[in-house]
């Protein structure tokens, strides 16, 4: 390998030529959606600042909604075009083990081969109430589900979303992360659009980006990089944390609804910026949409049955519990 050339640091060497199924470059990502309530609110504020939000993720886990939430949310998700993936745990972070109290390095990760079963049962209950992307942040835990979509026990069009938890950092990561089975890779939040076009090389699933990060992954707010970030890295999921914000995690009474004056702090970058990125969706952030890409995990049709459908998942056919279309 050659050695990186100092002339050339942060400096984009490359533009990606590579798309989302439905032909744009990014999508916009709205982490930490804990329920539905604050689903709601997100999509709410979504539609009064026209912001075509097409991604919502959730980190506390699977085990702290309810299955009528769960429902909720993908059934909102669905209604809505927008992706709802929520969080596999257990995890170290809040496990008995006492590594994660000196280091975050072992927030992530699924302890014994318990923690692996935990998360391949959570991943299950979430499949059978109608979610149909999951984050993951243990490599192990990955790498079986991947093998169990691929052997046909899960849907093959389940999104794999790795966590920042488990961050990406370099093109040989990135590449291994792909074949294990992930969908959509997470990256470090300090990486340069040059090192980020590096990634870009080693895979094609798209790159999740936070733009303005959660004060516990570095704090940065990278709006001003948005369009060199698209340009070396597309398809790209514009992730837009809060900076200067409690940790919600985990997710307990007090989350079930979101102030709103922080979900329009984290939409309001998108739309006042939104003159930087000039092949921006035109459609309505809420409401139908053209096409229903196969990355966004969700029902494209709420009277879609798939007459595949695995019996093992229950005898009941409804609008929760069919496999998307594409």
Same mark, same amino acid.
């Given at each position: 390998m050659?050695?990186?050339n ?5 400096k984009?060497?490359?533009?990606s030529e ?9 999508r916009?990502?709205?982490p ?11 999509l ?6 026209g ?12 085990m ?23 969080f ?38 979430g499949?059978?109430?109608?979610i149909?992307s999951? @984050?993951? *942040?243990d490599?192990?835990v990955? /790498? &079986?589900l ?5 052997? #046909?026990? =899960?849907?093959?069009?389940l999104v ?13 990561s ?5 074949? @294990?089975? *992930?969908?959509t890779?997470?990256? /470090? &939040? ?6 980020? #076009?590096? =990634?870009?090389?080693?895979?094609s699933?798209p ?7 959660p ?7 990278r ?9 070396? /890295?597309?398809p ?7 900076r ?8 307990g ?7 709103r ?6 939409l ?9 990125? /000039? ?6 952030s ?13 029902p494209?049709s ?6 595949a ?16 279309d594409?």
């Open positions: 050659k050695p990186r100092p002339s050339l640091a942060g984009i060497v490359h533009v590579l798309r989302f199924a439905d032909g744009l470059r990014y916009i990502e709205i930490s959606v804990e329920g539905p309530g604050v689903l709601k609110a997100v709410d504020e979504a539609e009064t600042r912001v075509p939000v097409r991604r919502v993720s959730q980190g506390s886990g699977v702290m909604l309810t299955d009528d939430e769960i429902r909720e949310m993908a059934e909102l998700g669905a209604t809505n075009g927008v992706e709802v993936s929520l596999l745990g257990p995890r170290g972070a809040w496990d008995t083990g006492g590594q994660s109290f000196a280091t975050a390095a072992a927030g992530g990760i699924a302890r014994g081969a318990n923690g692996v079963e935990w998360c391949i049962a959570e991943a299950l209950r499949l059978a109430l109608g149909r999951f @984050l993951v *942040a490599v192990g990955l /790498a &079986t991947g093998r169990m979509r691929r052997d #046909g026990a =899960l849907p093959k069009t794999l979303k790795t966590s920042v938890l488990l961050p990406c950092a370099n093109p040989a990135a590449r291994a992360l792909e074949e @294990l089975g *992930a969908t890779i997470n990256v /470090a &939040t300090d990486l340069s659009p040059a090192e980020l #076009g590096e =990634l870009r090389s080693a895979c699933a790159l999740d980006v936070y733009v303005e990060v004060d516990d992954q570095g704090g940065f707010v709006f001003y990089e948005v369009p060199a970030l698209i340009r070396a /890295a597309a790209i999921y514009v992730k837009l944390g809060l200067n914000a409690p940790n919600i995690y985990p997710r009474s007090t989350s079930r609804t979101s102030p004056s922080s979900v329009a702090s984290a309001g970058a998108p739309s006042s910026s939104s003159a930087f990125c /000039a092949n921006g969706p035109r459609s309505s809420r409401g139908a949409v053209p096409t229903t890409p196969a990355i966004w995990g969700f494209s709420r009277n879609y049955i798939n007459p459908f695995p019996a093992a998942w229950g005898s009941r056919r409804d609008s929760n519990r069919c496999w998307p594409r």
